[in-house]
Structures are given as C-alpha cells and as structure tokens.
C-alpha cells in the first residue's frame, strides 16, 4: 500500500525559528512530490513541486528536498512569521497512476 | 487561462437529498480527479476519469457515488441520499495527461443537515 506519513501532526515554534516538516513515503516508484498549504476552511496553495529527478526546489524562505531512496521529503522554513501558520500537506503522485496520494498534514503554529 | 474552476463553493443538502458537485478542468487538460477531505484528515482520493471513461474509482465508496465527465461540460461527481457523514470538503483536479502535475480547483464544502 502506498502511503505517506507527516511527522509531526502539529508543531509550535517562536516568530524566527526555522523549521523542518517531514515527509515519509513507501514505494520509490513516485514521479514527483508536491508541498501545499492549507488554511482553515480553505483550499490547497500549492507550495513546491519537487520532480523525481531533481533533489530540491526552493521558493523564497521555502525549500523542499526529495530523497528518493530513503523515501523522504523535507520542507524547510526559514525564519516563521505569524502569517506561515497553516497546514501543510505533503503528496506524492506515482508514475503511470495519476493520482496523488496525501499525508494527513502538519498542523504549524507561528507564536508572534 | 483560468484555474480550475468548481461549483458550487458551498453546499448545503438535508439528509435524503442529492449533491451533484460539478469541475471544469484547465483549458486543454483531459484528465480529472476527485478528492474528498473529511473534517480533521486528510485528503484521500475518489475517482480519476478522463473524457468519458473512468480510469480508477478504488477510490469512491461502493454505494449513493458516481463520476462522469461526458465529451462536453464538466466533471460531476454525483451523491445520491446523503447522510451526515458524507459533509466534507470535495476537491476536484486536471492535468493534460497521467504524468503531469495536477491542479486543484478551490473545492466543494458539502454540509449535510
């Protein structure tokens, strides 16, 4: 079975800090990953979209690295600000399968 | 070339009734998927059809669901005798084709009374 896994569910952290959210995933047979971010009630922003054959994408204080063998993904956020608290969800999207396959999201809390 | 585009954004059906949620892709993508977000989880798949055919419904609960996406028009994802359960989020996504990245329309929030 194909799953992925975010570690933690919920993180809090001080304005400044920076972060590292965890992606876990089985079957290396994966043709890109992708980092959203979900506020309360709202749909999904798309962050980050890491292709199998690169190693990392970086957006501004975003970086997103894809280990393929070891079957992880990390999202790294530099220097929080408030505004940053959201969800973010991590997803994999197999070769030949189409669809994606989500993990259950970390729940991240920036403290002003 | 607008994103992908889903209505209504808001939904309201009492236990009984029927929800039909319509997508319209990307202009030029063929390829649309359904998402459901039930409160507090993530999101897990339903359905992926391409222009008149169902590709993979592993997804989608045996009973009161359906999918098509007919030649023309929208993708509708169709819920018949809604029960409580079925209040959720429905995201809907297109892509050109199987290896291309997806994405995703505002969603459906469905609120079942």
């Known amino acids: 079975k194909q799953e992925v896994t975010q570690i933690p569910a919920a993180l809090s952290v001080p304005e400044g800090e920076n972060l590292v959210l965890n992606c876990s995933f089985t079957?290396?047979?994966?043709?890109?990953l992708q980092w959203f971010r979900q506020d309360p009630g709202k749909g999904l922003t798309s962050l980050l979209l890491?292709?199998?054959?690169?190693r990392e994408q970086t957006s501004g204080r975003l970086n997103a690295s894809l280990d393929k063998s070891s079957g992880r993904s990390t999202l790294y956020i530099a220097a929080s600000q408030p505004g940053d608290s959201a969800t973010y969800l991590c997803?994999?999207?197999?070769?030949?399968?189409?669809?994606?396959?989500f993990g259950d999201g970390t729940t991240l809390t920036v403290k002003p | 070339n607008a994103g992908v585009m889903q209505n209504p954004r808001h939904l309201v059906r009492r236990r009984g009734q029927e929800a039909r949620l319509r997508c319209s892709p990307m202009?030029?993508?063929?390829?649309v998927y359904w998402y459901r977000q039930l409160p507090e989880e993530g999101l897990k798949f339903m359905v992926y059809?391409?222009?008149?055919?169902?590709?993979?419904e592993s997804g989608m609960p045996k009973e009161r669901f359906s999918a098509e996406f007919p030649k023309e028009g929208p993708s509708i994802l169709r819920i018949q005798q809604v029960v409580r359960g079925d209040s959720a989020a429905y995201f809907c996504?297109?892509?050109?084709?199987?290896?291309?990245?997806?994405?995703f329309g505002p969603g459906t929030r469905l609120t079942v009374t």
């Open positions: 996504a297109s892509s050109p084709g199987t290896d291309y990245e997806q994405y």
């Open positions: 079957d290396s047979a994966i043709y890109n």
């Open positions: 890491i292709q199998s054959s690169q």
């Open positions: 997803a994999r999207q197999n070769t030949n399968a189409g669809k994606s396959t």
């Open positions: 202009k030029g993508h063929s390829h």
């Open positions: 059809l391409q222009k008149e055919n169902i590709i993979d």
